[in-house]
């Protein structure tokens, strides 16, 4: 092996370790436990490593044998992720969200995974819909957004987690001075929302908060939305994706699934689902980065990896014990690979083909309670108070056929409507669609160490 594939391969090794702890390990007993430290021997990491096999081999069912497990019985609380994927806030709250999360019962926040807070905007006496609702956080925020007169219902397929959302009903409604509940919580599954008794065109908005990832079937997701949300509808949701298609490795690992990771979409595949359901181009809203910084799980590396890959790669793979546990080889040593990982949210419209037309001029009316003085509808588009902007011919339509009509004047044409609006150099400019590269972007700074206008025009 040449230098430099042995150097990647021993800095793969600190990451596939971290797999070896999420594998159930079934019939091998106390054997797994003594190899693991007769592999290890010398070095920091036997104790940890063994202890750890010693848990798995002890469990009749692991909790990490399905998401349901994970969320309903092994995490407790955000603290006990591994990542930040299930935890990342996708961009500052406005005051009135600040304000409303005050109101919420402290086991809500607590039981709280989600991987940015999904609010949009212009919500009042709003039907909302939350696929994989968990404790609750979202929608009893979002009862509050609405008001009285509007209605937010959630689902999730984690009998624990309803549980918890449920028996706190009471004391929200009371908290928010409402005389009857305008929340409701459902047991079901976001790819079969009619199995839970949801209707074709009940819904304004639809939210998802770090849950699609989880579903095996990502395309029956977006149509089932798709269905129940009205003509004009927004699907509103924050989700991990993948720079690359996953492979089965990764697909199959239990803890990168609980973990957001290993159910991960293909960024460019959310692009071509969407369009064949019969969503309008999803609009990218804001990016921010994946981390896996477990320190307990760093440990079991010891602070001299290469050391340890020379022990692990000297031993192999002994007579009896699964090569998935013990190998040295490429599927355990490279896990993730080359794949990035990042936390997106996006935008989806069900626009109503009658108001698909040309390019537009419109002029926000500053009328969106909390967005008064300006509205950055997403990465590419962001509109102050009275301006005049050229949209392209998608956001035209977005803006005509949705909750946002009332928000603006809209008329036809527009002299440079290819272009996303606010950026602070002349000439048409891309939009961007790509999480990773608005990422980028974000965490580059201009010359005056920021950018200017919209993320991503600079």
Not at 28 to 41: F, H, M, N, S
């Amino acid at each position: 092996m040449a230098a430099g594939g042995a150097a990647d391969a021993q800095a793969r090794f600190g990451h596939s370790v971290k797999g070896l702890l999420t594998e159930k390990v079934t019939s091998c007993g106390t054997d797994v436990i003594a190899l693991t430290k007769q592999v290890l021997k010398g070095s920091r990491s036997a104790e940890l490593l063994g202890q750890a096999a010693r848990n798995m081999v002890m469990q009749e069912d692991a909790i990490l044998h399905s998401e349901d497990d994970y969320y309903g019985k092994e995490l407790q609380k955000s603290e006990d992720l591994k990542t930040n994927a299930c935890i990342t806030s996708a961009r500052p709250l406005p005051k009135m969200v600040r304000d409303a999360l005050k109101h919420i019962h402290e086991e809500v926040v607590t039981r709280y995974y989600g991987c940015g807070l999904v609010i949009p905007e212009c919500l009042s006496s709003c039907r909302i819909l939350d696929l994989g609702s968990g404790s609750g956080r979202d929608c009893y925020l979002l009862s509050q957004l609405v008001g009285e007169q509007g209605h937010v219902t959630g689902i999730d397929m984690t009998e624990g987690q309803v549980e918890v959302a449920k028996k706190h009903i009471a004391y929200h409604m009371d908290k928010f001075g409402y005389r009857k509940p305008n929340v409701e919580f459902l047991h079901g599954y976001m790819e079969k929302l009619s199995d839970a008794g949801l209707a074709d065109e009940s819904y304004d908005i639809i939210i998802s908060n770090c849950v699609i990832n989880l579903a095996p079937d990502k395309r029956a997701v977006l149509q089932e939305a798709f269905r129940v949300l009205k003509p004009g509808g927004e699907m509103y949701f924050s989700d991990i994706y993948a720079s690359q298609r996953l492979s089965e490795t990764i697909r199959k690992h239990r803890v990168l699934w609980g973990e957001c990771l290993a159910g991960a979409l293909y960024w460019r595949d959310l692009y071509s689902i969407a369009e064949e359901v019969g969503f309008s181009p999803p609009c990218l809203v804001t990016a921010s980065p994946i981390t896996i910084g477990n320190k307990e799980l760093e440990a079991i590396v010891g602070e001299d990896p290469a050391r340890e890959w020379q022990l692990w790669e000297a031993v192999g793979s002994p007579a009896g014990i699964p090569t998935q546990v013990f190998s040295a080889q490429a599927t355990n040593l490279s896990i993730v690979g080359d794949c990035r990982f990042v936390s997106a949210t996006f935008r989806l419209f069900k626009v109503p083909a009658g108001s698909r037309a040309g390019p537009a001029q419109v002029i926000y009316n500053g009328r969106i309670v909390g967005h008064e003085r300006e509205l950055v509808f997403d990465a590419n588009f962001s509109f102050k108070e009275g301006e005049v902007v050229d949209v392209d011919a998608e956001m035209a339509a977005i803006l005509r056929s949705s909750r946002f009509a009332e928000e603006f004047l809209i008329r036809a044409g527009g002299a440079n409507a290819a272009a996303p609006q606010g950026c602070c150099s002349k000439g048409v400019k891309e939009k961007i669609r790509d999480p990773f590269q608005l990422l980028e972007q974000l965490t580059a700074p201009g010359p005056s160490g920021g950018t200017c206008g919209p993320p991503g025009c600079c």
